[in-house]
């Protein structure tokens, strides 16, 4: 039997490895693998600073594998864990990477608006399209105080 992944968006904060932390948990109980996504955006006619399309996917690429590794330094058991650096919005990313998955995870992230202070602008397009069930890790109250500050 072919088990349907755990998907889980990150992007280096703290709510996002909270994500990764309870994604990975709810993979080894269910016996599935993870797929933890870090979505990017490289615009060469709107990016300022002197970089390159390569540079922005490397950095992408580590930012998984230090999440990852840390997420992981505690753990008697992990799952099998499928990393993915993905050019393009973060939210219409995870959108296209739910199909076919068991559950997207996604971290709330809070803004100054009030409609964003329980899901941040790609969790709320997860929750209204994407194609498996959501969990979403909500901020924490350290978090919530340092955004509305």
Same mark, same amino acid.
């Given at each position: 039997?072919?088990?349907?992944?755990?998907?889980?968006?990150?992007?280096?904060?703290?709510?996002?490895?909270?994500?990764?932390?309870?994604?990975?948990?709810?993979?080894?109980?269910?016996?599935?693998?993870?797929?933890?996504?870090?979505?990017?955006?490289?615009?060469?006619?709107?990016?300022?600073? #002197?970089?390159?399309? *390569?540079?922005? /996917?490397?950095?992408?690429?580590?930012?998984?594998? &230090? !999440?990852?590794?840390? +997420?992981?330094?505690?753990?008697?058991?992990?799952? #099998?864990?499928?990393? *993915?650096?993905? /050019?393009?919005?973060?939210?219409?990313?995870?959108? &296209? !990477?739910?199909?076919? +998955?068991?559950?997207?995870?996604?971290?709330?992230?809070?803004?100054?608006?009030?409609?964003?202070?329980?899901?941040?602008?790609?969790?709320?397009?997860?929750?209204?399209?994407?194609?498996?069930?959501?969990?979403?890790?909500?901020?924490?109250?350290?978090?919530?105080?340092?955004?509305?500050?």
């Amino acid at each position: 039997m072919i088990t349907k992944p755990i998907v889980v968006g990150i992007d280096g904060t703290p709510a996002s490895h909270r994500a990764l932390e309870w994604a990975l948990d709810e993979a080894v109980v269910r016996g599935c693998s993870l797929h933890v996504i870090h979505a990017w955006t490289f615009e060469a006619l709107t990016d300022w600073t #002197e970089t390159t399309e *390569q540079r922005v /996917r490397a950095e992408s690429q580590a930012l998984i594998d &230090k !999440a990852v590794q840390k +997420a992981s330094e505690k753990r008697q058991e992990l799952p #099998e864990i499928i990393r *993915q650096s993905l /050019r393009g919005d973060a939210a219409e990313t995870l959108e &296209k !990477a739910s199909e076919g +998955a068991a559950m997207l995870v996604v971290a709330s992230h809070t803004d100054h608006r009030i409609r964003q202070m329980v899901l941040g602008s790609t969790s709320m397009h997860v929750v209204r399209h994407a194609h498996a069930p959501i969990v979403v890790i909500p901020v924490n109250d350290r978090e919530l105080a340092e955004t509305t500050r």
